[in-house]
């Protein structure tokens, strides 16, 4: 079964830049579309921004003209390039295929914390 791992969060100023990654022990990404999404802290899981195959890219209202969405297919990574982080991005951060049909593709991995505070 496919594993992904998040990396890349921490605590950042607003303001601030962070560069996420999602590294899966298969190579998927070049087959399937990536979506990150994030889950903030007593809320549920929404959808942040996605790549399709072909390099299709859309974004969440609150993210756009903010965050990146990118992938490399070589190292089987996905990557979400954050610029101009607001307290409101604050939320664990994970990566998976697109839901279709009510189910996401592949187990959720532990995601990455990015914290955006002064």
């Known amino acids: 079964q496919v594993q992904l791992v998040e990396s890349g969060g921490g605590l950042v100023q607003p303001g601030g830049s962070l560069r996420l990654s999602c590294a899966a022990s298969?190579?998927?990404?070049?087959?399937?579309?990536v979506g990150w999404y994030r889950q903030a802290a007593g809320k549920e899981r929404e959808l942040v921004a996605t790549i399709t195959v072909g390099s299709s890219t859309n974004y969440a209202d609150s993210v756009k003209g903010r965050f990146t969405i990118s992938r490399d297919n070589y190292k089987n990574t996905a990557y979400l390039q954050m610029n101009n982080l607001k307290p409101e991005d604050t939320a664990v951060y994970y990566c998976?295929?697109?839901?279709?049909?009510?189910?996401?593709?592949?187990?959720w991995g532990q995601g990455t914390q990015v914290t955006v505070s002064s």
């Open positions: 298969g190579s998927i990404f070049s087959i399937n579309a």
């Open positions: 998976n295929g697109l839901k279709e049909k009510g189910v996401f593709p592949y187990s």
